[in-house]
């Protein structure tokens, strides 16, 4: 029920909306009722059924009557050929009326609907993004991407034309009712103990109803999941050969998914066609006890013929009134799911300060961190990175280098020890404004489908066309820039020119200098790249390192020896620290890697 009320809450911007196709369908849910009752007696008057005959129906009856008549009389006219055009003219009119109100908030709810859903994707992918990194590390792409999606779809279309169906059917089925009851209570309780039957069925078939539907639900999360792996990372796939092995998953997600989709509608066929006959049978039932009647002289035939017609009609409000719990049984899930995201609990604490600019240095102390809380990544760190002072972390891969950056940026909190900017813990930071404080280049970059300019000004993008040209000419990227076919307006990113490994790689570090960072981190700039490029990067890098903090990883160390202070990490572990020269001279792991490395070069 919270979540539904939730879910109702996305509403309250358009309540006028909603109030106006509210009174729409109840207008409507009269319609139809109103046309049954009044043509009854006016055929009844019509072909010369007099009133008086209807004896038995008693009180309710002529109440039924008195009332018509003051409302309807009007109907009536002296001859019968005048009163038969009043009464075309009446029924024509109606169902104009009743298709404008019809069309009309049919509009409304369109409207309603789409923006209702408009506003929860935004919301859904507004918190997203606001998710700390490590969420991101436990959930697949595909799965998240399906719950802006599909799901979002789900909650809404399961539960929007709920709303439209309880306040329309329930008009209906009372109005219908009364008059079902007006004309003959006795028939309307023969009527009502023969429908027992096809609630038991409904009943029954909700259960399984609800079973496949959550299968279906689930299998397409997971073909959804295979497709995003298999198209993200298609160049793997293809370099390993695996593409029968994802296909072979992808036809099996999507056998499960047929599976429980055929079974859905085996179960949701059969429905309406036993209720149908149960319903024909309740029908018959009452015409053959409603006949006695009339042979009895109880009842009128066009009153009998009436009361099917209501029966008739009360049909279909009330199944489309069972079918709703199931429905929103759907929404429900699918609700819970997008919002148990958007309220995930795990979120790093902000802090309230605003971050200064960096005056001394920042320093790890004892710093202990591990991602799953089982298996130590990082254990006693304890380092320095002094302002305008370059520091490198070497070390083979897997040894926590990049964890160490992600713990300085505030990608995650360590589990034990502090990390201090001038002596403050970040932890009192606000993050956005700490995070400003760094530039990162990161082993490979991303560039958004978006003008070149577009991509270096990420982080700051009201920067002019020279503060752009600045930092792309820093960054040996203005060149190469200016040879492109619309050169800072060209565009770039998947869906426009595709640039090398080494070009992205500029691109990236004049974005990270664009905002002017205190302190730039660069996680193995170069480590994607030819020889070539290598090179026309790491000038790029010496030359903008000069003056200002840096943290530098790398795996080649001919790009950290001139480096104040390397620290060599080992199982998350520092082992070795000092200067190139001091390292080497130490004859420790620094120099038996350093070794290994240049010889490399040499053979
Ligand atoms: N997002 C993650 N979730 C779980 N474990 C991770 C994650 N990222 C890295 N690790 C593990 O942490 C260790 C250190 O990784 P990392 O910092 O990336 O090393 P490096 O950058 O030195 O290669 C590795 O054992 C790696 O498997
Ligand atoms: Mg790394």
Redesign the pocket.
Known sequence: MRTFLRVAGFLRPYWWLFLLTFAGNVLLGSIGAVTMAVIEPVLGTLFGTSTAAATTTGAAASLKERVFSLLFGWLVAPSPAATLVHLAWFIVGLFVAKNIIKYASGQLNVRLSEWVIRDMRQLVFERLLKLPV?FF?RSKAGELIALVTSEVTTMHSALMPFVVTLVRAPVEIVLLLALLIAISPLLTLVALSTSVGTLLLIRTARHYLRRYSQRMQHAAAQYTSTLQEGVAGIRIVKAFGSERRLVSRFASDLERYVRSAVKLSAVSDLVPAIGETLAIAALAVVLVVGGHQVFNGTLRGADLMTFLFALFAIMAPVASLVGVPGQVQRGIVAAERVFAIVDSADRLSDGTAECPPLVRHIRFEHVHFS??EQ?A?LEDITLELPRGKTVALV??????????A?LLVRFYDPQHGRILYDGTDIRTFRLESYRRRFGVVAQDTMLFNDTVAANIALAKPDASAEEIERVARLAHAHEFIMQLPQGYDTLVGDRGVQLSGGQRQRIAIARALLADPDVLIF??ATSALDSESELLVQQAIGEVLRDRTALV?AHRLSTVRDADVIYV?DR?RIIEQGTHAALLAREGMYATLYALQTEGVRL
């Open positions: 490590s590390n991602y799953d298996r990544v070390g083979l891969s897997g040894s926590g280098k990049s964890t160490i992600d996680d193995e990883i990490l998350g």
